[in-house]
């Protein structure tokens, strides 16, 4: 079942793409504004994240923390962060088990793939309850990027 606003977000220590473990915790007091991804170097996931890496500046005075999340490797994404200069962290959720308590996750992905993030945008608040949850079927869409800052706003 699909998490809606007013839940507790689910917690989670993920390892970043500096090799660091990054809790859901640590930002307690500020918004956090979490992208799910199918998989880094991805046309449509590099148009995701490269809208937030261009509006990052938005989200800065705004107390907000952005991270992305996918099922690649912290190494993998160590790089995709470095080509696309992106300016927040990305997160791997290599064992999934975010992703699934996010009801963000495909079973059956292309090309016999299992267990791949959907497309997904989740604002957590201050107090860590869910308050913008868009989780795409398809993962040719892009997330509501005006609704997820006026909820951030």
């Not at 998989?39 to 005075?61: E, P």
Request: some cysteine; aromatic content about 12%; overall charge negative.
């Amino acid at each position: 079942m699909a998490l809606q606003p007013g839940q507790a977000a689910p917690q989670f220590i993920l390892i970043s793409s500096d090799l660091k473990s990054v809790s859901l915790a640590d930002f307690k007091g500020r918004k956090v504004v979490i992208h799910f991804f199918p998989l880094a170097f991805t046309g449509v996931c590099t148009t995701q994240l490269c809208t937030m890496r261009d509006s990052f500046g938005y989200y800065d005075g705004l107390n907000a923390t952005i991270l992305g999340i996918s099922v690649d490797s912290p190494f993998t994404l160590a790089k995709f962060k470095a080509e696309n200069n992106y300016q927040f962290d990305l997160l791997s959720d290599f064992n999934k088990e975010v992703s699934t308590a996010y009801g963000a996750i495909y079973e059956q992905f292309v090309m016999g793939l299992k267990g791949v993030s959907k497309r997904a945008a989740f604002v957590i608040d201050e107090e860590q309850q869910i308050i913008y949850a868009e989780v795409l079927e398809d993962a040719g869409q892009l997330p509501n990027f005006e609704a997820i800052a006026e909820i951030v706003k």
